[in-house]
């Protein structure tokens, strides 16, 4: 199969210390991209970035980011030294829930923190990044999304709206970009067994856990593999949306569980 090098270009990944972003990391560097990771935990991240420049050779900067603090994000941003401002790649991967309660219980707090990580600090960093991007003759925005977007679910007011928000507004920044070199892409996985249940449920690993009851779900680096096909087809393929489902699942709510 057909792979476009991307060998010696910058990536930049928000939410990399676990789960997709960690993983789409490790993908990238195999494939010798250096790496800018970002993310709250700087312990988990300069750990990679020791594995990373160990194992593949690739340069690593480790950036310690709060994606809810705009100030923060703006901070780091300004922070880049001028080599690693030559960005090829931007991975908008940092998002988080909170909670699947029914809207009129959940907080205030809960739901705004929701918006500002999913929302806020994505529109946010990609306007700063933006610029870097288009300099560029072969860029590539690549958002993470949900099968959420598409589907409201209760426990998910919020949640399912931010994620439809990323989408839309991927979407519209394609259309803005039609006439520049840089593609973007909406990534929208299903059920993936990662830390993101973890945290949604408060750090409940026993009731993250039953959310893959009785079939098998997705892992982080199914997705990473599938952000390897879309950044390494010819340059004239431009991959809008890519939805990726657990075998047993047919929606985001619609999953077929075996009886143990």
Sequence with gaps: MYKEN????????SGASAGI???TAKMLASNGVHLIISARRIDRLQKLKEELEKEYKVKVLAL???????ENIKSAIGSLDKEWQNIDILINNAGLALGKDLYENNTIEDSLQMIRVNCEGLIVLTKLLLPYLLNNKNAHIVNLSSVAADEGYSGGAIYCSTKAFVDMFGDALRIELID?????TNIKPGAVNTEFSTVRFRGDREKADKVYDGFE???AEDIADNIEYV?????HIQISTITILAENQATATMIHRSIK
Excluded at 6 to 13: D, L, N, P, Q, V
Aim: charged fraction near 30%; avoid cysteine.
């Design 6 to 13: 991307i060998s010696g270009k910058i990536a930049f990944i």
């Design 21 to 23: 972003g960690e993983a």
């Design 64 to 70: 310690e980011i709060d994606f809810a603090n705009i």
């Design 180 to 184: 520049k070199p840089i593609k973007v």
């Design 217 to 219: 779900p997705l892992y």
């Design 231 to 235: 950044l390494t087809r010819k340059k």
